[in-house]
């Protein structure tokens, strides 16, 4: 009986990610059951946040309240995966583990995310600009753009509306 390992997901209690994967991971060491539940996953993405013209990156989870394990589906697995505290079952019809698809897997595993951004503000917002000729003006937010990480702006300048394209980390939100 030679089943080859597949990926199944599991539903957590939402922030009980991590605890779950750590607790099935421990009881795998302790019954040595690493024949049967090869790896558990909690999938997370790196995203640079934009906040005030400052720029972090932070690590979020991909999918919140969702664990991936790659195991083989017996009686011993199921159970270990089932009784685990803070997991609420398969994902599945009728909690039945249901393995993902290869194509499932690649597209989970294969993608780049490590270019997303996010911004604290929308097209139509007021921010002032931060780190250019043009400290200081107050434009209002035209587009966005997250993949060349620019803004365009229509800016009050000398009377007109001059529109200006910037890197979105030269612009800081305006408190109203």
């Known amino acids: 009986m ?3 390992a597949k990926w199944y997901v599991i539903h957590t209690y939402s922030g009980y990610e991590n605890k779950v994967a750590e607790n099935i991971k421990k009881v795998v060491e302790n019954r040595k059951l690493h024949d049967l539940i090869n ?6 993405e790196v995203v640079e946040e934009i906040t005030d013209g400052k720029s972090k990156t ?10 991936l394990v790659k195991m083989i589906v017996t009686d011993d697995s ?3 995966v089932r009784n685990t505290r803070g997991c609420t079952g398969f994902v599945g019809p009728a909690s039945e583990p ?30 002032q600009i931060n780190g250019t ?12 753009d997250l993949e060349e990480r620019t803004v365009d702006l229509l800016v009050s300048m000398f009377g007109r509306e001059t529109p200006t394209t910037l890197p979105i980390n030269q612009v800081i939100t305006v408190e109203d």
């Open 58 to 67: 932070i690590e979020r989870k991909t999918f919140p309240g969702y664990v």
């Open 98 to 127: 249901t393995p993902l698809s290869e194509e499932e897997v690649k597209k989970l595993f294969g993608i780049d995310v490590s270019s997303t951004v996010e911004v604290n503000f929308k097209v139509g917002d007021r921010v």
């Open 2 to 4: 030679s089943e080859a």
């Open 39 to 44: 790896e558990v996953r909690v999938p997370t």
């Open 133 to 144: 000729a043009m400290d200081g003006f107050i434009g209002v937010v035209q587009n966005i």
């Open 78 to 80: 199921w159970y270990v």
